[in-house]
Nanobody
């Protein structure tokens, strides 16, 4: 059973920083693409950042220069360093992983999601 578990959310003042982590566990062969999404109240879930297996990255325009996505392949973990946080960054943040896994001796590939972690930016 593959699981993604996020951590690192919380309450921070505008201009502050947080570092989110998302660790994948289970019978995982490899993780191709990690992504961070966020969903603010009353809004659709939106893609924030992507990191591919060769560590190329992409960011939503509103977070460029403030957020950094990185991955530790040995730990099956992805990080999102968030600096210069703004109130509009307030949302539930979700990680997702496009990965290859083993289930009942059969290899498969799926996108898995974490449970979400709340980030609140407020004074």
């Amino acid at each position: 059973q593959v699981r993604l578990v996020e951590s690192g959310g919380g309450l921070v003042q505008p201009g502050g920083s947080l570092r989110l982590s998302c660790a994948a566990s289970g019978s995982i062969f490899s993780i191709y693409v990690w992504e961070w999404y966020r969903q603010a109240p009353g809004k659709q879930r939106e893609l924030v950042a992507t990191i591919a297996s060769e560590s190329s990255t992409n960011y939503q325009d509103s977070v460029k220069g403030r957020f950094t996505i990185s991955r530790d392949n040995a730990k099956n973990t992805v990080y999102l360093q968030m600096n210069s946080l703004k109130p509009e960054d307030t949302a539930v943040y979700y990680c997702s992983a496009d990965l290859k896994f083993l289930r009942a001796e059969v290899a498969g590939r799926e996108i898995f999601w974490g449970q979400g972690t709340q980030v609140t930016v407020s004074s």
